[in-house]
């Protein structure tokens, strides 16, 4: 099959057990690293379980015994993109960019509330794309894109607090583009006590700060499930019709990035949301019908299946060597540990950031327990110019002898030297490779991740939909909440 431009790719020949004379290192990785015959034998079963997973798509009536079943994030992308194509300004697409070209226009500050699936997908697509320092950028080295804050991910008084003292101290005059700001409040339930009680908080501050003026309404998106007490709180404020919108029910939190819950917040960023989307629809198609051999979703699944269930690595490292990409990891971590984190199962996800987490866990990594296996997350090309170490009057530091190497070459060799002394030591390293940091690799990449966690959980046989073992915190929580009440 043709492949996108800028296509991603999963490279694992490094934990494969290659043909060396013995050496006591290359008895270990004998232990440690993936048989090919081992990966063989599995392939049979992995195709057979996309063939179900492009199955249970298309079911209409879900047996008991396989509920929750949420695969509606398989098909979105291009849904979105095909009935946008149709319907134009009334799709979800189309109602995402138009609200976000107006929320564009009217704040310079723009707050996202919600946690897990309702935030983590949105905050790794800003840090990703948007400046490091964006929200200390002027307006007009920002691309007339607001600031962006996330909070209700969180009962912490004193962020939400410093949150408010911001706005208050920043913004005076209502009728100043500058001094505006709108929030995105979203939850698919609707009931989420750290998102509604933020919620509620700030609610009292647009009205504080708004008065009873049309901006409390106008600058107010709610996202959220058809029904449910979001849903109803907005209604009866009188938040008009068209600032609301839907997940679809057929799609889970951690699986709703391409869903508004990720597109609103990326387009009031000014992200190319058609391009995520168009990269995410590649990587289904290349999912559905690609060979093992050139399928990144079903080569990362066998390949770490195998490292956690054959090799005994529980503990499945994404290190990531682009600052930019360390939120990304952080929703990954979500995705793994809510789809598979089931019956006593599933990996255990860590993210590390190189080269500053070689400084902390690099140690462990190195010379700990062989309870890990560790996916490289690795961008080939970095958008800006290198900064060059350069040559100094002062020497002191003896960087002279390095002075034509620029901070990509530092990199590089951090990766190289590091991935050897794995290697050597025979610590299994695979790589997931992205030509370059755009919209459309991080939508092949956020998608390859969702439909490798769902193959995963279909080998491991849990159900990678649903989180059961979140309700017990959330039952605790609201049952002595309750008994402080009275
Ligand atoms: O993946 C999930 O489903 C969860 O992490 C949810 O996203 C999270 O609990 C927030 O739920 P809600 O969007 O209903 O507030």
Not at 373 to 402: C, H, Q, Y
Not at 425 to 449: F, N, Y
Request: hydrophobic share 40%.
């Amino acid at each position: 099959m043709q492949l996108p431009d800028e296509a991603i790719a999963y490279d694992y020949k490094n934990l494969l057990v290659q043909p060396e004379d013995w050496t006591p290192a290359a008895e270990l990785r004998a232990q440690h690293f993936l048989s090919p015959e081992a990966l063989q034998e599995l392939t049979a079963r992995v195709l057979q379980v996309r063939s179900q997973v492009a199955t249970d798509r298309e079911l209409k009536q879900i047996p008991p015994k396989m509920q929750p079943l949420q695969a509606g994030f398989i098909n979105l992308p291009q849904n979105m993109l095909d009935q946008h194509k149709r319907q134009g300004d009334t799709s979800t697409l189309g109602r995402v960019l138009q609200l976000a070209a107006r929320l564009r226009d009217e704040v310079d500050r723009f707050v996202v509330l919600g946690i897990g699936g309702s935030y983590m997908g949105a905050r790794a697509l800003f840090e990703a794309m948007r400046s490091s320092v964006h929200n200390d950028l002027p307006a007009k080295d920002r691309a007339g894109t607001p600031r962006i804050y996330f909070e209700g991910n969180n009962a912490d008084n004193d962020t939400l607090h410093e949150l408010f003292d911001m706005l208050s101290i920043t913004c005076v005059d209502p009728e100043q583009r500058d001094e505006r700001w709108g929030v995105t409040v979203i939850s698919k339930g609707g009931d989420t006590l750290e998102t509604a009680a933020a919620y509620r908080a700030i609610r009292r501050e647009m009205i504080e700060y708004y008065g009873h003026s049309a901006y409390t309404k106008s600058l107010l998106v709610p996202i959220t499930g058809e029904s449910g007490k979001l849903r109803a709180l907005g209604t009866a404020d009188g938040i008009p019709e068209e600032n609301f919108l839907p997940i679809p029910d057929d799609i889970g939190g951690r699986f709703s990035v391409f869903t508004p819950v990720g597109l609103l917040p990326a387009a009031v960023m000014g992200l190319d949301v058609r391009a995520m989307l168009l990269g995410a629809a590649a990587m289904t198609r290349r999912f559905l019908e690609a060979r093992f051999e050139n399928n990144p979703v079903l080569q990362y699944a066998a390949v770490n299946y195998l490292m956690h269930t054959k090799y005994h690595k529980p503990i499945r490292v994404m290190s990531i060597w682009s600052k930019k990409l360390e939120a990304l990891g952080l929703w990954y971590d979500q995705l793994l540990a809510e789809s598979l984190g089931k019956q006593g199962l599933g990996p255990t996800p860590i993210t590390a950031l190189e080269t500053r987490d070689m400084h902390s866990r690099g140690q462990q990594h190195q010379d700990g327990a062989r309870d890990k296996v560790i996916n490289n997350l690795v961008v080939k090309t970095w958008s800006n110019p290198a900064i060059m170490i350069g040559m100094s009057d002062r020497n002191e530091d003896d960087l002279n002898r390095f002075n034509r190497k620029g901070l990509p070459d530092v990199m590089k060799a951090a990766f190289d030297g590091t991935n050897k002394a794995y290697h050597d030591a025979a610590r299994p390293t695979a790589d997931i490779v992205l030509p370059v940091i755009s919209e459309h690799t991080l939508g092949q990449l956020m998608q390859m991740l969702m439909l490798a966690t769902v193959v995963e959980g279909r080998l491991l046989g849990v159900n990678p939909y649903g989180q059961p073992g979140v309700q017990a915190y959330k039952a605790n929580m609201i049952e002595l909440l309750k008994q402080q009440a009275q």
